[in-house]
């Protein structure tokens, strides 16, 4: 029986993710594209996914608190000065006389912990006290503290009324978090239709995170219907006032030609602007880009350097990438130990293919110790996540015993997994492999095995 010799497994998908964002919570992490720069194998798309992540910062209009024209100046430049302590000082004395800008701006210095302990409660507290005066950025505030849980229990019908008592009085973000609520189906019935309609009304009044949520709901056809055209250009609105995720999924439009004409020109343009901001996938694709020289000029060093920036963020795809310019001295200096660092990371992170790798780096001793029964737990990592070369070697590992008990049901299960496509660089081997293996077992044993691959089946994803 021939056994063929793995070699460095290429990833070669293109992924496409338009991402919504939140006003409530921070989050941020994106992808597109995916591809080993070194060892080309096959190509595989994949159909966009549209997913909704939380990207903007919590209460992201708390500035704004700060250039209330009731505040004194020197407290106001204190603040701005990062002089945290003596704002609280100023303010406190003005909220404790009833002031209600200052004690908004009380709240926030509880609520972010500049200048005093941070203390939930005491926020609240301050908010409340200048939402009963009127003041329509602490009914926000205090809503989502009331939808967050923070400070008092968690309670979604008191911050739909805050958001909606803020929201008729003109307070924009209070609109935009209204849109949210029904969008999400928090403390209300879901309602895209509605979200939709409040989003509209505040990205007409300016507000760019209203833009790119609507612009995500044009992209999906949810609440309104699907209209690519329209989706780029919220998209736009919200880009060009800087939002880093409008920036983002703008580019992804010109990449995918939806709405827009396909320009990698134009994509790498909004992807440079994104990553500028710090936006970890379009950091990757920007390196992506300069790897393969679309829309930019190709250049190794380039794409190393903008993968290392979304790869220290923590972006799996990126870690990888980086982990094959290592492998390849492709942009940086050759090196396996670093090329074995970053695969670790994204294999740590659940990623297959990195996994994979990191099997076949621990059975060579590329960059680390040469360690078999590491190399197998990493290749049944990668083969339990349904990546058929990884399957192929645990059934092989199986079968001849390598760092793992011989148990040929097991064997004949991972071959006959590796064999049910044929998308497998080891489909042919993996065919006559399972048949040998067969042969060293009885009809009871091949029927267990064989209702093992069943079970198995039918408990993944129908695709």
């Not at 010109?254 to 709405?259: A, D, H, L, M, S």
């Amino acid at each position: 029986m021939r056994v063929l010799d793995p070699f460095f497994h290429k990833k070669s998908s293109y992924v496409c993710r338009v991402l919504g964002r939140e006003l409530f919570v921070v989050t941020g992490h994106s992808e597109m594209a995916r591809e080993w720069s070194f060892c080309i194998t096959r190509c595989h798309m994949r159909k966009v996914a549209i997913t909704m992540i939380m990207i903007a910062p919590l209460l992201s209009f708390l500035p704004i608190g700060w250039a209330l024209a009731g505040l004194p100046e020197d407290a106001t430049r204190a603040y701005q000065h990062g002089d945290y302590q003596k704002a609280y000082r100023l303010v406190k004395a003005l909220a404790e006389q009833g002031d209600g800008e200052a004690q908004h701006a009380l709240g926030v210095l509880y609520l972010n912990g500049q200048g005093v302990a941070q203390d939930y409660a005491e926020a609240a507290k301050w908010f409340r006290k200048a939402a009963e005066q009127g003041y329509t950025g602490s009914m926000n505030n205090l809503g989502v503290m009331y939808k967050n849980g923070q400070g008092m229990p968690r309670d979604y019908a008191e911050a739909v009324k805050l958001f909606r008592k803020a929201a008729e009085h003109g307070y924009v973000d209070a609109l935009h978090n209204l849109g949210l609520i029904y969008r999400d189906g928090m403390g209300v019935p879901q309602d895209n239709a509605e979200a939709a309609a409040l989003f509209k009304k505040a990205a007409g009044q300016g507000h760019p995170g209203a833009a790119f949520n609507l612009g995500v709901l044009y992209y999906d056809g949810k609440g309104i219907p699907q209209d690519y055209a329209e989706a780029g250009k919220w998209f736009r609105k919200a880009a060009e006032q800087g939002d880093a995720s409008a920036q983002y999924n703008l580019g992804l439009s010109y990449v995918k030609g939806r709405g827009v004409k396909r320009d990698y020109a134009e994509a790498a343009k909004w992807f440079r602007k994104a990553a500028d901001q710090g936006n970890a996938g379009a950091q990757y694709n920007l390196g992506w880009f300069h790897l393969h020289g679309n829309g930019v000029p190709k250049d190794y060093t380039e794409a190393a350097k903008w993968f290392r920036k979304a790869a220290e963020q923590g972006n799996a795809d990126a870690q990888f990438s980086l982990a094959g310019l290592y492998d390849g001295g492709m942009g940086v200096p050759q090196d396996n130990t670093e090329a074995a660092r970053w695969l670790l990371k994204a294999a740590e992170q659940g990623d297959a293919v990195a996994q994979y790798n990191l099997g076949l780096f621990y059975r060579k001793g590329k960059g680390v110790q040469k360690d078999e029964a590491e190399a197998v737990k990493w290749y049944r990592k990668a083969a339990e996540q349904g990546l058929t070369d990884a399957q192929y070697l645990v059934g092989l590992a199986y079968f001849i015993g390598a760092s793992v008990p011989k148990d040929n049901s097991l064997a004949y299960f991972w071959l006959s997994m590796a064999a049910s496509t044929r998308a497998g660089r080891y489909y042919e081997e993996s065919v006559k492999m399972r048949d040998d293996v067969a042969n060293y077992m009885t009809p009871d044993q091949i029927n267990k095995a064989k209702q093992m691959v069943r079970e198995w089946e039918a408990k993944q994803p129908r695709k």
